[in-house]
């Protein structure tokens, strides 16, 4: 049979892998030692064919089968080929988020020597040496012993046992260390049984009986975890394997301890990101040898090798970093869907606010839906209300309006506590027109300029996409109002602001400048938790997940942050935002949201203010049919870096346009420069139900190729 393979040196060795030949049977995800000039490497067997394609030239033989099984099994090694052809990238670059780092050999038991007498020995000659003589002594009875205990009873040699073996006195055979143990034998490991409502039983059940992949809508605080873990339970029973993804694993610290309560903490494994490479590589033996029934963790967990693989879960399916941002710039959901598919497992997706991609395939049958439309126990969705920054007077304390203080002041009062947020990505601050409620926009890009303080403390402002400077205007180039605004306060300003209004309240701070270490996160959850702050300060990362009862005050101090960027998924975006955040109010007693925003009347605003969860991505997801806009399109990015990327992207876009007219012309193709590029990096974007013939036109040397993107900007 002839094998495509993937070695592992990336010197001569392509992408695409090689050609060689096989007399042994091999299978898709076995590791082997392969010749490469005159070199023996370690490679991956991708591709299995009885026929050879083409014969150019001589194929050399595989050196030797390592192991005894594959690494990645038949499902895995379908879905890494998938990957690669989906994602437009070489097999050896999705191959490489499913391995640790060669070489590959040592993710396999550890080889052992074994020895024996051979049984019909009629001639019972001795050889000569007293160690030889103990070593038959000791292996009389004819059973396979190791070469380690052979040596540590008698005190012979290895060369000692070369010279029976070459005397034919001795046999040999080569084993494995380990074994794979069946996981059916560690299925009676449940520890704590979920209890699921009688609403959550008929989502469960209804999840269990469907192949199809199942979203789950859920609403906040709806009881989603309980009931991944009556499936997960399910799975592991039938002796099979769970994938949990979470979208970060440092801010899941309840959800890993409710799972920690389902199994004992040796048949889970947590992986994440600041794993050390040996931990890292423990950890996958561990799970490729079935001592693991639940695997957690971010979405590179997806590629953990279970061979039994029964269910994957996305918890938060529609968040962001669930999409790679880098080569091989995959979206676990997507992937997850491949794997399921190819693995014959389950696939759940869980959101209280679902990504429009996941909503438009629920609608259409290609998922099943469950839903859980209520609060579990007597939790109620809390009052929400809308304050128009334009229309607050602040005084000095800007962003706080007197309503946030004074409710902030309630909570005090009555010893609850509150949580406040600020959805501030990036540094960007943008000069905003009280008046007609746009941005200061810069000519050149288009895009709105980020406000930048000189060392004197005079402001400027700055194209991003092109490194160009403007002085501030005093009036509205839109409107000509007065009334110009610099929007986007830091958290570390409106900590010191708080301990201004509010001075012996205890607050914490929770950004990513606060939180280095995970240590750090559950430090903060278990300060709240026990009540030794009031008021947590935090970024919309560390906020969006949080489950503290005590807490009955939920704001966002400017909703706006990212609302006027040119990006189709923003209004999706804020929504998402704003709806998980009024989720972490009154989950335990009644609550209360604020929502402070330039733009009370956004329909994203309204309808997470009002709970339409529903109405939101009925009309959302209609105006993108309307405008041809994923997900009723599909999108790809060309990315191009460098000093002449404006000139490549623009010839680009010119002769894909020609392509395009000529292939009917139904793709929409434009390019600019990248957001936060600084000038160097374009992209060219590709829109439309075909975009894959045109991509098929054109040699992509020196192009980043993003399919399905979530940043457009
Ligand atoms: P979601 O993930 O949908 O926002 P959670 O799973 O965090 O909601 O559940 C919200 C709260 O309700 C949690 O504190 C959880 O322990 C509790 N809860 C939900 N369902 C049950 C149940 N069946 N039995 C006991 N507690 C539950
Ligand atoms: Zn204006």
């Known amino acids: 049979?002839?094998?495509?393979?993937?070695?592992?040196?990336?010197?001569?060795?392509?992408?695409?892998?090689?050609?060689?030949?096989?007399?042994?049977?091999?299978?898709?995800?076995?590791?082997?030692?392969?010749?490469?000039?005159?070199?023996?490497?370690?490679?991956?067997?991708?591709?299995?064919?009885?026929?050879?394609?083409?014969?150019?030239?001589?194929?050399?033989?595989?050196?030797?089968?390592?192991?005894?099984?594959?690494?990645?099994?038949?499902?895995?090694?379908?879905?890494?080929?998938?990957?690669?052809?989906?994602?437009?990238?070489?097999?050896?670059?999705?191959?490489?988020?499913?391995?640790?780092?060669?070489?590959?050999?040592?993710?396999?038991?550890?080889?052992?020597?074994?020895?024996?007498?051979?049984?019909?020995?009629?001639?019972?000659?001795?050889?000569?040496?007293?160690?030889?003589?103990?070593?038959?002594?000791?292996?009389?009875?004819?059973?396979?012993?190791?070469?380690?205990?052979?040596?540590?009873?008698?005190?012979?040699?290895?060369?000692?046992?070369?010279?029976?073996?070459?005397?034919?006195?001795?046999?040999?055979?080569?084993?494995?260390?380990?074994?794979?143990?069946?996981?059916?034998?560690?299925?009676?490991?449940?520890?704590?049984?979920?209890?699921?409502?009688?609403?959550?039983?008929?989502?469960?059940?209804?999840?269990?009986?469907?192949?199809?992949?199942?979203?789950?809508?859920?609403?906040?605080?709806?009881?989603?975890?309980?009931?991944?873990?009556?499936?997960?339970?399910?799975?592991?029973?039938?002796?099979?394997?769970?994938?949990?993804?979470?979208?970060?694993?440092?801010?899941?610290?309840?959800?890993?301890?409710?799972?920690?309560?389902?199994?004992?903490?040796?048949?889970?494994?947590?992986?994440?990101?600041?794993?050390?490479?040996?931990?890292?590589?423990?950890?996958?033996?561990?799970?490729?040898?079935?001592?693991?029934?639940?695997?957690?963790?971010?979405?590179?967990?997806?590629?953990?090798?279970?061979?039994?693989?029964?269910?994957?879960?996305?918890?938060e399916e529609h968040e962001w970093t669930y999409k790679n941002e880098q080569t091989?710039?995959?979206?676990?959901?997507?992937?997850?869907?491949?794997?399921?598919?190819?693995?014959?497992?389950?696939?759940?997706?869980?959101?209280?606010?679902?990504?429009?991609?996941?909503?438009?395939?629920?609608?259409?049958?290609?998922?099943?839906?469950?839903?859980?439309?209520?609060?579990?126990?007597?939790?109620?969705?809390?009052?929400?209300?809308?304050?128009?920054?334009?229309?607050?007077?602040?005084?000095?304390?800007?962003?706080?309006?007197?309503?946030?203080?004074?409710?902030?002041?309630?909570?005090?009062?009555?010893?609850?506590?509150?949580?406040?947020?600020?959805?501030?990505?990036?540094?960007?601050?943008?000069?905003?027109?009280?008046?007609?409620?746009r941005r200061v926009i810069s000519p050149e890009s288009q895009l709105p300029f980020t406000v930048h303080h000189d060392r004197n403390g005079k402001p400027y402002l700055e194209d991003h996409s092109t490194n160009t400077r403007a002085p501030v205007p005093a009036l509205c180039p839109h409107c000509g109002s007065a009334k110009l605004h610099e929007v986007g306060a830091g958290t570390q300003r409106l900590e010191s602001l708080m301990k201004k209004i509010f001075p012996r309240t205890r607050i914490l701070r929770a950004d990513t400048d606060t939180l280095e270490t995970p240590e750090q996160m559950r430090s903060v959850l278990q300060k709240m938790k026990n009540g030794e702050a009031d008021i947590l300060l935090g970024t919309q990362t560390v906020v969006k997940g949080l489950d503290l009862p005590n807490v009955t005050l939920a704001a966002v101090l400017i909703a706006d942050i990212g609302l006027s960027l040119p990006h189709f998924r923003a209004g999706e975006r804020i929504w998402q935002l704003l709806t998980q955040l009024t989720g972490r109010s009154g989950r335990s007693k009644p609550g209360d949201v604020i929502i402070q925003t330039f733009r009370p009347d956004a329909l994203e605003v309204l309808a997470a203010a009002s709970h339409e969860s529903e109405k939101y991505l009925e009309d959302e997801l209609k105006m993108r049919i309307h405008a041809g806009y994923p997900p009723a399109t599909s999108m790809i990015r060309l990315l191009l870096r460098g000093p002449d990327a404006a000139t490549r992207a623009k010839r680009l876009h010119t002769e894909l346009s020609g392509f395009n007219l000529r292939l009917g012309g139904t793709c929409k193709i434009s390019s600019a420069p990248t957001l936060f590029g600084a000038g160097r990096e374009w992209h060219v974007l590709l829109r439309g139900t075909d975009v894959r013939s045109l991509l098929q036109q054109i040699t992509l040397r020196d192009v980043v190729v993003d399919v399905d993107p979530l940043d457009t900007v």
């Not at 801010?251 to 889970?268: A, G, M, W």
Request: proline share 6%; with cysteine; hydrophobic share 40%.
């Open 1 to 315: 049979m002839f094998l495509t393979v993937v070695t592992s040196s990336r010197s001569g060795a392509i992408g695409k892998g090689l050609t060689y030949e096989s007399d042994a049977n091999v299978t898709p995800g076995s590791a082997v030692r392969v010749p490469l000039r005159k070199r023996l490497i370690e490679g991956i067997v991708i591709e299995v064919m009885d026929k050879k394609l083409q014969t150019e030239f001589d194929l050399r033989s595989i050196n030797s089968v390592l192991g005894d099984r594959p690494l990645l099994t038949e499902a895995q090694m379908k879905t890494v080929r998938w990957m690669s052809d989906y994602y437009c990238c070489s097999l050896r670059q999705s191959l490489q988020v499913w391995l640790p780092p060669p070489p590959w050999s040592r993710l396999l038991p550890a080889e052992v020597i074994m020895y024996r007498t051979p049984r019909a020995s009629s001639t019972r000659v001795l050889p000569r040496g007293k160690k030889a003589q103990a070593v038959m002594e000791f292996l009389t009875d004819g059973e396979w012993k190791s070469r380690d205990q052979i040596m540590h009873e008698t005190g012979a040699s290895v060369a000692v046992l070369k010279r029976l073996d070459q005397q034919n006195l001795l046999m040999k055979k080569t084993d494995f260390a380990q074994s794979n143990k069946p996981i059916n034998q560690l299925t009676n490991t449940i520890l704590e049984k979920p209890t699921l409502t009688p609403a959550q039983q008929s989502a469960f059940e209804s999840i269990k009986a469907n192949p199809r992949p199942s979203l789950l809508f859920g609403i906040t605080s709806s009881g989603k975890t309980e009931i991944y873990a009556s499936l997960i339970e399910e799975t592991v029973q039938k002796g099979k394997q769970a994938i949990l993804l979470v979208p970060e694993i440092f801010l899941t610290e309840n959800v890993i301890e409710r799972f920690e309560k389902l199994l004992p903490p040796d048949r889970i494994a947590i992986l994440h990101s600041r794993l050390k490479p040996g931990q890292r590589k423990e950890e996958w033996k561990r799970i490729h040898n079935g001592d693991v029934s639940l695997v957690i963790g971010s979405r590179s967990a997806l590629f953990a090798p279970c061979q039994n693989l029964g269910l994957v879960i996305l918890d």
């Open 328 to 437: 091989p710039r995959y979206h676990a959901r997507e992937t997850a869907e491949a794997l399921c598919r190819h693995a014959g497992a389950k696939l759940l997706l869980g959101s209280a606010t679902p990504s429009l991609e996941s909503w438009s395939r629920a609608k259409t049958g290609t998922y099943h839906l469950a839903r859980l439309p209520d609060r579990y126990g007597t939790g109620t969705l809390p009052q929400v209300k809308i304050i128009d920054l334009v229309e607050t007077e602040f005084n000095d304390n800007y962003p706080f309006s007197q309503q946030l203080i004074s409710a902030i002041g309630e909570r005090l009062a009555r010893k609850e506590q509150c949580v406040l947020f600020l959805n501030r990505r990036g540094m960007a601050s943008a000069l905003l027109c009280l008046q007609c409620r």
